[in-house]
């Protein structure tokens, strides 16, 4: 697509319950991210993908979170037994090679709640 | 701790005026990006200024960048209400795969 889509836009999920978050990054983009912002702060970096693999989960916070990415495209963020603490919005974002080299595109993030 | 930190935190100005944010780092990078944010959710990918620059425009945006105080600075001349967002200056690190984002500084331009 010409962007980088996320869906869905919107969850809102019972604690407890598991959530699958997907981006469909740029077609060609090698590099893939999952960022999370909490109301009103900045960005934290939980994920990298370099095509299918993930050289850096360094930023998941728990052995809740887990990540995929298949055939150098889609990913799915999985958070499994969801709490209060996961609400955020997850931000997607994909780049023709190395965060060195390129800015990034971003999706317009699905905003996750947890109640 | 954030690799970059963004000065003031919120900005208040009239159309028409300049605004200017800055940014600091800790340490040795290849490149800063500042992207904009309009209502908590996607960023708009605004320059990329890379090491070996000092300076850099791109329409209203002048970008400045001083490696040796580690900081660098987003100008935005003759602002416009449209240009209210949140602006995050991010790094990576050399070598490093992923960038930081700052905590971002709130700009309101009053019309």
């Known amino acids: 697509g010409a962007g980088v889509s996320q869906s869905p836009s919107n969850k809102v999920t019972e604690k407890g319950k598991d959530v699958e978050l997907r981006c469909d990054p740029i077609?060609?983009?090698?590099?893939l991210y999952w960022y999370r912002q909490s109301l009103g702060q900045g960005l934290e970096f939980l994920i990298y993908f370099q095509g299918n693999s993930a050289p850096d989960k360094s930023g998941l916070p728990s052995d809740r979170f887990s990540a995929e990415r298949t055939g150098g495209s889609v990913s799915t963020l999985t958070i499994q037994r969801t709490q209060q603490e996961d609400s955020a919005v997850y931000l997607c974002?994909?780049?023709?090679?190395?965060?060195?080299?390129?800015?990034?595109?971003f999706g317009s993030g699905t905003r996750l709640t947890v109640v | 701790s954030q690799q970059g930190e963004e000065d003031p935190q919120a900005l208040s100005i009239q159309e028409g005026e300049n605004a200017t944010m800055n940014c600091s780092y800790k340490t040795s990078i290849n490149n800063l990006q500042w992207y904009r944010q309009n209502s908590g959710r996607g960023l708009v990918h605004l320059i990329l200024?890379?090491?070996?620059?000092r300076e850099k425009h791109s329409g209203r945006l002048r970008v400045t960048l001083d490696t040796s105080k580690k900081s660098s600075s987003l100008l935005i001349t003759a602002s416009r209400a449209a240009d209210t967002a949140s602006y995050f200056c991010?790094?990576?690190?050399?070598?490093?795969?992923?960038?930081?984002f700052g905590a971002g500084t709130r700009l309101f331009v009053k019309a």
């Open positions: 974002a994909s780049s023709p090679g190395t965060a060195n080299s390129y800015g990034y595109t």
């Open positions: 200024i890379r090491s070996n620059e």
């Open positions: 991010a790094t990576d690190t050399t070598g490093g795969f992923k960038t930081i």
């Open positions: 077609s060609g983009h090698t590099a």
